[in-house]
């Protein structure tokens, strides 16, 4: 993975993305701090698509619900509220 300063990458967009077209993903660096990585789009597609579902996709799913085996409850002993 070749290394992009932020000032290279913006200076030079075209040959950047060009780099990661050719030759994968490609890693942009602020302050020599790792900041960003610029990926194929089928790389991303392929993460997205082997990334597990969000919790909110879980509970807005048809599939999520229904099969669900709950306990029976049972009678529990309750505190009463003390009254004076």
Known sequence: MNTWPVQ?????????????IAEGSQLVTRRGVETAVLVPIAEWKRLNQAAPPTLKALLLSEDARGDLILPPR???????????
């Open 8 to 20: 290279d990458a913006k200076a030079r967009f075209s040959e950047f993305l060009d780099a990661c």
């Open 74 to 84: 049972g009678k529990v002993n309750r505190r009463l509220a003390i009254t004076e």
